[in-house]
């Protein structure tokens, strides 16, 4: 599982607090020992509590209980407890909320989706793509690790995929075509994925080795086609989707037999929605 390292912690930590907390240090009551209950008002996934769990600790903060990532939780369960400064609680109070809120939601929505296409088809994966939101990736892939879903890419240097911009130094598809099978010497040890947009060149990348398929905005009718050829002639061919798919249509995807659905859709899904309390003990 992604670990996130005492640095990164305070690195997030320093956005919201590069200096120190004005309000409180107005008052003067640090000395005071206080508690932060964090609640979810949603039925939710949790994701990232430990790395909430975590800067609490750095700001010595006890943690009197939380509930692990991948956890279903309902709506009004109390996710997090801390004890500790009434200053330090009101210094990590907002970034160990928002952090539980964001993640929360992408695990939350991950796990939805992921049994939408399990209704349908098992066997089928769901995948997410390497767009995820500034300077958040390693958040957001352990958010959807925790809802149930795997990477698709996570970057450049982990895995070959052609898209149609690839193609522009070939004088036609064929001359791509044919570079193929070089693409597969250079490079042994890796799968070839190409994408592809309509019947007639997926036909041709069958034909000419390619090792995934990524169809992307395909028609549902023409997606039929491309699998059933799969399955007739080339069954050892995965054929992934990708281009538009959400939590609302990935059952229809995924009912088409399919190896995986590839999406962006969980890290534009907003915010869990959460409720916090501090009390004076």
């Known amino acids: 599982m992604i670990k996130f390292t005492d640095e990164e912690l305070l690195t997030l930590l320093k956005d919201d607090l590069p200096y120190l907390d004005l309000t409180t240090s107005l008052q003067e009551k640090n000395s005071l020992e206080a508690k932060l209950d964090i609640f979810t008002r949603d039925d939710i996934v949790v994701s990232c509590s430990e790395e909430s769990s975590l800067i609490a600790k750095l700001f010595d903060c006890e943690v009197l209980s939380f509930i692990p990532s991948k956890t279903k939780a309902k709506k009004g369960e109390l996710v997090l ?10 210094k990590i109070w907002r970034t160990v909320q928002l952090i539980l809120e964001y993640s929360s939601k992408i695990a939350t929505y991950t796990a939805n989706m992921k049994e939408e296409i399990n209704s349908v088809n098992k066997n089928c994966q769901l995948l997410t793509t390497r767009k995820t939101y500034p300077f958040s990736k390693k958040l957001c892939i352990k958010s959807i690790l925790n809802g ?47 994408e592809s947009s309509n019947f ?6 069958f034909e000419f080795g390619t090792d995934v398929l990524q169809l992307d905005k395909m028609k549902i009718e023409d997606i039929k086609r491309v699998v059933k050829l799969r399955d007739e002639k080339y069954k050892d061919v995965k054929i992934i989707c990708s281009g538009g798919i959400n939590i609302k249509n ?32």
Request: with cysteine; glycine share 4%; charged share 25%.
């Open 81 to 90: 407890s801390l004890k500790g400064r009434y200053e330090n609680l009101h």
């Open 200 to 205: 007639e060149d997926s036909k041709n990348l």
């Open 250 to 281: 990935a059952k229809d995807y995924a009912s088409l037999n399919i190896d995986a659905i590839v999406t962006s859709s969980m890290y534009s899904c907003g915010m869990a929605d959460f409720e916090s309390k501090i009390t004076i003990i």
């Open 148 to 194: 149930g879903a795997n990477v698709h890419r996570l970057n450049l240097s982990e895995t070959i995929l052609f898209f149609p911009n690839h193609r522009v130094i070939y004088k036609d598809d064929f001359e791509f075509y044919n570079e193929i099978k070089n693409f597969k010497i250079k490079m042994p040890e890796k799968k070839i994925v190409i």
